[in-house]
């Protein structure tokens, strides 16, 4: 974890000391395959959001207003594909730190054709401080 992301706290007696925030995952390590790569290269810009400051209006990001899933670590995102591929009237979104995870879901989007689905590459505490407004309907 970095410094940039604990959270100055104010102690009993005072004095402010830096939080140190729980992480709930740890980076792992993992070999890049063609298809992976291919999907970060290719589908990054097209699928992954930014973090944002403000509130998001998915509605602007999907082009329409639908039912919303949030997916919170997906994995190898085989799961949210089948869900995507299976619900075009719906739209989706994953959270994954996982590098190889986020390839193979972008590599199976493009594969696929999908514009109901998009991606966060980051920490989902991040995410839901950050991008979802706490009366967001999404599921
Ligand atoms: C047990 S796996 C579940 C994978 C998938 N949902 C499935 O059922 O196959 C948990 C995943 O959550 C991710 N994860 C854990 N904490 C996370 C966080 N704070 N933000 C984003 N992803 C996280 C991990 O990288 C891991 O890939």
Known sequence: MTESNDTPIQTEEGDERQHRRIKSFVMRAGRMTEGQQKG???????????LADAPVDYDQVFGRSAPRSLEIGFG?????LEMAAAAPDQDFIGVEVHRPGVGALLNGVLTQGLTN??????DAIEVLNRCIATTASIA
């Open 40 to 50: 970060l290269d290719q589908g990054t810009p097209l699928f992954v959001l930014p």
């Open 76 to 80: 190898m995102g085989h799961s949210l």
């Open 117 to 122: 689905l998009r991606v966060y590459d980051c």
